[in-house]
Structures are given as structure tokens and as C-alpha cells.
């Protein structure tokens, strides 16, 4: 089992930046999974967002968000990161933290364990 709780949302105008965090916490080692990011908007489906490997060393992201947004892990503390930089209003959603196993599984959108969800509201 594996605990996942999200924090760093928050209001931001359009072009600022948040960073989001990620700490988890449970038996296995931190560092067994990939850790990734999901949102979801009002009336939309959960849409992957990024990813990140084991040891850091891959990362992958959405088309949408790709060079604003960045993936990070500090193994030591056990948690992932996501800066957000030159938001935009459509990037307004609830913002999930997700772990597993698998990296390719994660990105299709099957993680084992998911976070509570931190808001993320951009005004335009």
C-alpha cells in the first residue's frame, strides 16, 4: 500500500507559476515506483498530465503542457513534483498524484494508487 497526499494548489493568475507536491508514504520503498501527475477538469475525463521514472532518469508529458511543465522526484523524501510555469486557464483542475509499478501502465492511466487531488484554479 501506498499513501499519496498532495499539496500546493492554490488560485494563480494567468502566466504564473505553482509548484505542486507529492509526498507519499507506506512499506515498499518510494523508489520502486514511477510517479506521475493526472488532472481532471469540471465535466472532463482524467487526463494524464506527466511522468516520471524510478530513478528520474525518464520522464514523459502531455502535449499540452509540455515546456511549461516539469516533473521532479527526491527519493530521500519521498516525494514528486510538478512546477508549473505560464499557466493558463485551461490548465484549471483538480491535480492528482498517482504511483505505480509500472511506468507504461501509469501513463495509460492505471496507476495502482492514487492521491486525494489538490485544486489548481488559473485566472484568466
Known amino acids: 500500500q501506498v499513501q499519496l497526499v498532495e499539496s500546493g494548489g492554490g488560485l494563480v493568475q494567468a502566466g504564473g507559476s505553482l509548484r505542486l507536491s507529492c509526498a507519499a508514504s507506506?512499506?515498499?520503498?518510494?523508489?520502486?515506483?514511477?510517479m506521475g501527475w493526472f488532472r481532471q477538469a469540471p465535466g472532463k475525463e482524467r487526463d494524464f498530465v506527466a511522468v516520471?521514472?524510478?530513478?528520474?532518469?525518464?520522464?514523459d508529458y502531455a502535449d499540452s503542457v509540455k515546456g511549461r511543465f516539469t516533473i521532479s522526484r527526491d527519493n530521500a523524501k519521498k516525494t514528486v513534483y510538478l512546477q508549473m510555469n505560464s499557466l493558463k486557464a485551461e490548465d484549471t483542475a483538480v491535480y492528482y498524484c498517482a504511483a505505480d509499478a509500472g511506468y507504461t501502465r501509469l501513463v495509460a492511466g492505471g496507476p495502482d494508487y492514487w492521491g486525494q487531488g489538490t485544486q489548481v484554479t488559473v485566472s484568466s
Open positions: 516520471i521514472s524510478w530513478n528520474g532518469g525518464s520522464t
Open positions: 507506506g512499506r515498499r520503498a518510494f523508489s520502486n515506483y514511477a
